[in-house]
């Protein structure tokens, strides 16, 4: 792209020559009912039967493409309206492993369709059929995209769980999917070492009823096998053939879980439908990324979290388009590795998250030796993007000349459903912008009034909602009600989250409304790092809260409660390793405090917004409801002495 944006007050607006050849350039996108806006798109998707209606709605559960019958496989391999012999000897990804020393691996469409088809059938005869759940806990390697794939192909219902994750957060995944096959790898590469994968998954299936493991030989470092229980991936699908027939699979049978973080200590398994999520996947991922013949996206989330199921695989993948996956972190060996991943394929679309952004401000600064020539498009997603860090994004890697799409959603809708759309802009700083075609949303106060500008309010999304919406949290249909349909009553989902809009309707982010926090773009729960410390013998009673941190965000701190005659560093280090441990290193405090006792009402309920305001030095307020507001200042004193 050579042509700068053109500026028109606070906002940028595409250039004549982005715009046009953009797929979406007109505004009157957005007047499109969203039942037909969401017809159109699922029409270029292949179906082995059409659907009879688009969508239905019993509230608070809802369907869309009705009876239609699909496989999302169908709609990227199969000869179809995508055209997939012409496609056929494309690259469609491409991955560049951790070591600049090891040879990356260029996937065309063709061969992805045989390992698919070759792993799908490996799957059939290890007795995996059409309806049972197969957990993934693999890390950025093709054979995490292709396992999700072979999945989909023979109808069986993917888990996936992020390789970081500890094997008791694995474990808590599989019981909850009641799983009988996992598939894993030996190893992988963090910052030059090898991180024993396989180990961990031996440890995570304690207590399960996994019965196989298929492990992908990545590393190659030492691991056990036990016989009749683990296989080799390349023992298994070396004789399988080419070919496996496509499930046919219902618009509303279920094509994947995915655990979250939610308001409870416990992660929810969000549900996702192969029809709707399908439509949703390819329709933003063509729109929003604007995917044309000649892209090269990267996306830089890791496949354990859903950016990485719909960008860095299904979206992509949907469209026909060369996709990126990386193995390693974008600032190893070298803090400008993602500038040079960039350009060593000549990216044009980079989808990254504020974390990143900040980090790469931190550790490189100006970016004028890079010209990165090759994008067209930048993006962001995750979190909130301030004001100085979107502007260095727009300058020193969109170099003025970029469309700067940050998209909202979030695990439960699937797929984005708020951005500023990159042929129609406006690109404002710090509003994510306005809702995706076909999409309803709206800022109402407690009571449910719906707020004009500038008030902060509770996002909602309204009816037909859009078609990736998840379908319900695995076995717990009280929590699903709860969770999203209580607060508003049963036709109007809540996000949680917390917004306002402005005069032209933009809407800009402020953050979640409940105990979720965003440690690095990563969605965890206050509750579920409490309950991992709570079960140490040593504490008595612990509160974790998100305080602000320049980098990551938010990052985790716990105030404890702790009656064992032992030293406070002893006692930091014990609780530092058991969240460690329970969760994983995502979830390391950056702090732990201990206290004798914890900001209560007086039905016994821990205060956490008194000592979140603690930190950010906000008014504490009327403290008068508290059964102990003598708590609050020896906190404080606490806080300021203790390291
Ligand atoms: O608070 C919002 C924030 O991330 C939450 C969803 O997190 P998760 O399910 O992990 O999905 C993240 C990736 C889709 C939301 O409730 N969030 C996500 N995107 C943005 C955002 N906050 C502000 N701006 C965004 N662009």
Redesign the pocket.
Known sequence: MSVKLVKKGDSYFPSAEFKKKAWLKDASVYKESPLKFWEKQAKKLFWFKKWRKVFSHQPPYFKWFVNGKTNITSSIFEENALGFSRIKNKVALIWEPESLEEKPRIITYYELFKKVNRFANALKKMGVKKGDKVGIYLPMIPEAMIAMLACARIGAIHAVVFSAFSPTALKLRLQDTQTKVLITADGYFRKGKVINLKQNADKGIKGTNVKKIVVVERAKNQISMKKNRDYFWHDLTEKESDFCQPAIMDAEDLLFILY?SGSTGRPKGTVQACGGYAVQAYATAKYIFDLKEDDIFWSTADVG???GHTYSCYGPLLNGTTFIIFEGLPSWPQPDRWAQTIEKYGATIFYTAPTAIRMFIKTLGSLSRYKFDSLRIIS??????DDSSWNWFFKEVGKGKCSLV???????TGGIIMTSLPGIGPFKPCF?GLPFPGVKVDILNDKGKSLPPDKEGNLVILPPFNPGLLRGVYKNPKKYAQTYWSQFGPKVYF???TAYKDKKGLIR?V??SDD?I?VA???LTTGELEDAINQLKNITESAVIGIPDKIKGEAPIAFIISHAKKSLTALQAEVSAQVRKEIGPIASLKNVYLVADLPKTRSGKIMRRILRKLFSGEDLGDLSTLANAESVEAIRKIIKTQK
């Not at 962001?380 to 993007?385: F, K, L, M």
């Not at 940050?406 to 439960?412: A, F, G, I, M, P």
């Open positions: 979250t979290w859903v950016t962001s997603v995750g979190e909130p993007i940050d998209t909202w959603w979030q695990t439960e994510t996000t949680s989250d982010i953050g979640r979720v965003k773009g990563h969605r």
